[in-house]
């Protein structure tokens, strides 16, 4: 196991997490490799076997999105910066993407004569269907944005916790830690107080049961922000990762893969935002994974609306490609939805985010006129346990995770 030493949290330009960025992406494939399973594309028994052994678990890359955009946002939180700052910048991050997808799938529904509730419409819009237990609501119009409904919650919650976390003792937050994925265990049983119809909706969709995971994430990124958090290093937590997918896929019950995964999810987070901090070696860091980082958020919006609407174009909704075939179709979905990704991301998502999120301020220079980025010896002058010493900007970093949109299904 190692230690992040109390040197840890680095100063501006070394808090930009390269590796996180890159991980998003593995988030993302995993939803898409569920959902390409579960569509009926591939007839082929054998080759449906192989994808569905791959990405059984693959529901939970939403999972592994909240608990690191938890982590990312406490991470990369600047002193001065105004809530009303924060919650312009994050609006402005995830609505216009998802505008344009909303567009998009009632233009779907239209061509195909589908009817379209103007209420649900309305409430998918202004990301309201999260809390909205009714069938054909909270998975409505372009029905993964469901997560960006528990995202905005989320992000309206952050700004008026974080005073608090920020004083927390550690304690407190390793309790946090241990206790989310014990929490999200005792679900199970604690969903046959609800409904029977609303059963999947609370433990799956409600915004404030699936902020569990977001808070483990806020928890674990202020333990290593002052040097607390204790974890294993990127290769043992990759491979505590994998072991923990194969051995949940094979030999453990549904109901418990969850909170298992939670903490495989936690521990490769922090391994590599350490990686990044300490310029260790990662391989989520290099350019083809931060632009695919880039682009899982575009690329998580479009994948379902377009493979189920081409299927439905053709006529193959339900019906599945023999042979090969099948996973050729899926290969090609992978492209064509990187395609619109890139160019949703290129030309919506990052001109938007100029255009309506505001500038954020800049950190403020420590006594002596040293900056934050003077040197990899030069040492933060807060005067607390804790506090930075400032290292050199690992390579290949060059996105903000903050303003990299982190989530979900």
Not at 38 to 52: K, Q, S
Not at 184 to 202: C, D
Request: with cysteine; net charge positive; proline share 8%.
């Amino acid at each position: 196991m190692t230690d992040v030493a109390p040197a840890a949290r680095p100063a501006s330009p070394a808090s930009r997490l390269p590796s996180l960025t890159g991980l998003r992406w593995v988030a993302a494939l995993l939803v898409f490799g569920f959902h390409a399973g579960t569509m009926g594309i591939i007839a082929e028994p054998r080759h449906e076997a192989v994808v569905n052994w791959v990405f059984t678990l693959g529901l939970s890359g939403v999972q592994f999105f909240f608990i690191l955009s938890g982590f990312v946002l406490v991470w990369s939180a600047r002193p001065g910066d105004t809530r009303r700052a924060f919650w312009r910048r994050r609006v402005a991050k995830i609505w216009p993407n998802h505008v344009v997808l909303w567009v998009a799938a009632l233009a779907v529904a239209a061509w195909f004569a589908d009817p379209v509730d103007r209420f649900v419409a309305l409430e998918n819009l202004f990301l309201l269907q999260a809390w909205d237990p009714r069938g054909g609501h909270f998975y409505s119009v372009n029905t993964v944005s469901w997560s960006l409904s528990c995202e905005l919650f989320f992000y309206l919650c952050l700004p008026l916790a974080l005073p608090l976390i920020r004083r927390v003792r550690p304690w407190a937050l390793w309790a946090v830690v241990i206790a989310v994925p014990l929490l999200i265990l005792a679900l199970w049983p604690a969903q046959a107080l609800v409904p029977e119809e609303s059963r999947w909706w609370f433990t799956q969709i409600f915004p404030p049961v699936r902020s569990l995971e977001f808070w483990m994430g806020v928890a674990a990124a202020e333990l290593m922000r002052r040097g607390r958090w204790r974890g294993p290093g990127l290769p043992v937590a990759s491979l505590l990762f994998v072991a923990t997918w194969v051995v949940a896929a094979q030999w453990v019950r549904a109901e418990l893969w969850a909170a298992l995964l939670s903490v495989a999810y936690i521990l490769i987070i922090t391994a590599a935002a350490d990686a990044d901090v300490r310029g260790r070696r990662s391989p989520w860091r290099s350019r083809p994974m931060i632009w695919l980082g880039e682009v899982s958020f575009a690329f998580y919006l479009v994948h379902v609306l377009v493979m189920i609407s081409v299927l439905r174009l053709t006529g193959d909704w339900g019906v599945g490609f023999p042979g090969w075939w099948g996973l050729l179709v899926v290969l090609g979905f992978l492209v064509v939805n990187l395609i619109l990704a890139g160019l949703l991301h290129r030309f919506v998502e990052t001109p938007m985010m100029r255009l309506l999120g505001p500038r954020r301020p800049a950190r403020p220079a420590p006594p002596g006129g040293g900056g934050p980025g003077a040197g990899p010896g030069t040492r933060a002058t807060a005067g607390r346990r804790g506090e930075a010493t400032p290292r050199p900007r690992p390579a290949g970093s060059r996105t903000d995770p903050e303003s990299a949109y982190v989530d979900s299904r």
